[in-house]
């Protein structure tokens, strides 16, 4: 049987999203995405809700890891691209 304490921590969205980025971020995807899974989980049967966004964006960061970094190196280039032809005054 699950102490009440260790529901309380289990659906603490805070910490678990904490728990999913430092999982994904030692390599453990699979490890994160299972946590994920799990409290999502949870929270369905217990309280009836989804994720909150700091979980969700935790998930998000899991499935698409480069996305953001891609996301700021296009960027970049694109506004020194149009910087070099006198669009854009920095």
């Given at each position: 049987?699950?102490?009440?304490?260790?529901?309380?921590?289990?659906?603490?969205?805070?910490?678990?999203?904490?728990?999913?980025?430092?999982?994904?971020?030692?390599?453990?995807?699979?490890?994160?995405?299972?946590?994920?899974?799990?409290?999502?989980?949870?929270?369905?049967?217990?309280?009836?809700?989804?994720?909150?966004?700091?979980?969700?964006?935790?998930?998000?960061?899991?499935?698409?890891?480069?996305?953001?970094?891609?996301?700021?190196?296009?960027?970049?280039?694109?506004?020194?691209?149009v910087?070099?032809?006198?669009?854009?005054?920095?």
């Open positions: 049987m699950v102490s009440v304490d260790d529901l309380r921590i289990q659906l603490h969205e805070s910490v678990q999203a904490c728990l999913v980025t430092v999982l994904a971020a030692a390599g453990q995807q699979a490890e994160a995405l299972a946590t994920f899974r799990a409290v999502r989980g949870l929270l369905v049967e217990e309280l009836g809700i989804d994720p909150g966004p700091a979980l969700r964006e935790a998930h998000r960061r899991i499935l698409s890891p480069w996305s953001d970094a891609v996301d700021r190196v296009v960027q970049g280039e694109e506004r020194e691209a910087q070099s032809e006198g669009v854009l005054r920095a």
